[in-house]
T-cell receptor, first 113, second 112 residues
Framework: DQQVKQNSPSLSVQEGRISILNCDYT??????FLWYKKYPAEGPTFLIS?????DKNEDGRFTVFLNKSAKHLSLHIVPSQPGDSAVYFC????????????FGSGTQLTVLP | SQTIHQWPATLVQPVGSPLSLECTVE??????LYWYRQAAGRGLQLLFY??????ISSEVPQNLSASRPQDRQFILSSKKLLLSDSGFYLC???????????FGDGTRLSIL
């Protein structure tokens, strides 16, 4: 049972435009959400996070939106750059001593020059 | 600042052979440590996590085991590898009780 779902395996966007990556979750106990970016043959790099007490968090070109009622979060990248081309994973965790992360299957973003 | 080291970067092993992957963290004490596996085209699956020396929790039953002999050292092992153990293995750390987790560069394991 996938508790975190990224239904779009790939997304192509023109450079300078907005990239919107989506993620849905089913576990209502999740209270913290993260986005990671991954290049081939490298480990994921933390990008941005949001607590369930917020509905928006912004960091430079990256903004994460959380809709708790819909159990949906999204990552907006504006403007998109070719260097943003990577696989993006969303992840979720619930309170607990180890704060395990549950990951989605990832979305390959390609930003076209 | 904190750094995480994971080795080797790639490994090719025959079926039935043993495995030992090592991960170390520098620049912090008493971190939470994690082992993940990413199968081809899939997300990251948590295999083991540890909140302290000698404390290991397993998330999925499998052919693998983990150990934490020192505060900042996390080892993933197997006595006999299976073909299904192929994948990309990632070690991660976090501060106790806090996110985010920070990942190493991974080990690409191929079983022949």
């Amino acid at each position: 049972d996938q508790q975190v779902k990224q239904n779009s395996p790939s997304l192509s966007v023109q450079e300078g435009r907005i990239s919107i990556l989506n993620c849905d979750y089913t576990n209502s106990m999740f209270d913290y959400f993260l986005w990671y970016k991954k290049y081939p043959a490298e480990g994921p790099t933390f990008l941005i996070s949001i607590s369930s007490i917020k509905d928006k968090n912004e960091d430079g070109r990256f903004t994460v939106f959380l809709n708790k009622s819909a159990k949906h979060l999204s990552l907006h990248i504006v403007p998109s750059q070719p260097g943003d081309s990577a696989v993006y994973f969303c992840a979720a965790s619930s309170s607990g001593s180890a704060r395990q992360l549950t990951f989605g299957s990832g979305t390959q973003l390609t930003v076209l020059p | 600042s904190q750094t995480i080291h994971q080795w080797p970067a790639t490994l090719v092993q025959p079926v039935g052979s043993p495995l030992s992957l090592e991960c170390t963290v520098e620049g912090t004490s008493n971190p939470n440590l994690y082992w993940y596996r990413q199968a081809a085209g899939r997300g990251l699956q948590l295999l083991f996590y540890s909140v302290g020396i000698g404390q290991i929790s397993s998330e999925v039953p499998q052919n693998l085991s983990a150990s934490r002999p020192q505060d900042r050292q996390f080892i993933l092992s197997s006595k006999k590898l299976l073909l299904s153990d192929s994948g990309f293995y990632l070690c991660a750390w976090s501060f106790q009780g806090f996110q985010p987790q920070h990942f190493g560069d991974g080990t690409r394991l191929s079983i022949l």
